[in-house]
């Protein structure tokens, strides 16, 4: 099944997983391991990053095609604006639909590391809009081998995004997004699932009917933790949450256990509550996710499949 008819499928939440590429060969071999033992667990797809500026797009590329051709895991490639020609994403676009690659995630980007007050003007694509739009400029041209082409996935952010501090601009351009030909949206990451009802309950008033998937990503240190607060640039950390790594002190098991417990109590109450789907960020390690699915009773997604249908 293409992965846009399973996201608006009625079969169902996804559950997902996000990786990154490798930096050295010590790393890819963690990767893969990782890719191996979550394999199993059947997600509806894994998605690979793409670095700031575009600086490791071929490791993006490599990685992703290398997953779609030798797993039986859909793969989602994500594709940013900054720094590409119309030409050099058409290039790519071809590269992913030749390897079998059925679904992108397309992002505005961030600039290339080190640079200071980036001008986006001069970048060909300005927003995110303008690349889903060129891609299913793509998919209009029956390029693709699969008739329907690439399903479109765009983010989301239940908290803000951190350059738009005006929340009904921020909704405005989301919904510039999913007019342009999203197929769906994954969120950033997330601590609090009142915050995400209410953007799901504010996607519903502008008019955004698509699913949304939940991105989740259990606090494993608070080295890790600190490091998710500065990339997301404004993420809400609960005090209950705070609380319990608190109690944990310098314990780190303890504060691994923290986390997992925590997310998988996200996700509880997510799936409780018709979440369409669960985008987990594993950075590159299989146990925090496997631990979650066994709180949760799950086997794989499959399981929940059933479980939802008995329910």
Known sequence: MHLKEKLQSCNGPS??????????????????????????????????????GGSNRELTRDVA????????????????CVGH????????????????VKAVLALRGDPPHGTVNYNHSADEFQHAADLV??????????NHPDPQGFA????????????????????????????????????????????????R?????????????????PITSISGMYRMAELS????FPARLLKAIKRAGDDLTAIQEVGIQYASSQCAELLDNNVAGIHFYTL????????????????????????????
Request: aromatic content about 12%.
């Open 233 to 236: 640039g404004g993420t809400c």
């Open 65 to 80: 095609i290398k997953i779609q051709q030798q797993t039986s895991i859909p793969t989602v490639a994500h594709l940013t």
């Open 201 to 217: 309950e504010r996607c519903l008033l502008a008019g955004i009917n698509i699913p949304i998937l939940a991105g989740i990503m």
């Open 133 to 142: 739009a060129f891609i299913r400029k793509y998919n209009d041209s029956g």
């Open 284 to 311: 590159n390690k299989s146990l925090a996710t496997r631990e979650i699915y066994r709180n949760l009773g799950l086997k794989n997604s499959r399981q929940l499949l059933i479980n939802s249908k008995n329910n």
């Open 152 to 199: 479109i996935g765009v983010a989301g952010f239940v908290e803000g995004h951190p350059a738009t501090p005006n929340r009904l601009k921020e909704m405005e351009y989301l919904k510039a997004k999913v007019d342009a030909g999203a197929d769906y949206i994954c969120t950033q990451l997330f601590f609090d699932n009142h915050n995400f009802f209410d953007f």
């Open 85 to 100: 020609t119309r030409k050099e994403i058409w290039d790519i676009l071809d590269q992913y639909a030749q390897a079998g």
């Open 15 to 52: 559950l997902s997983f996000e990786f990154f590429p490798p930096k050295n060969e010590q790393a890819a071999t963690t990767l893969y391991n990782t890719i191996q033992e979550l394999e199993p667990y059947q997600p509806s797809f894994v998605s690979v990053t793409y670095g700031a």
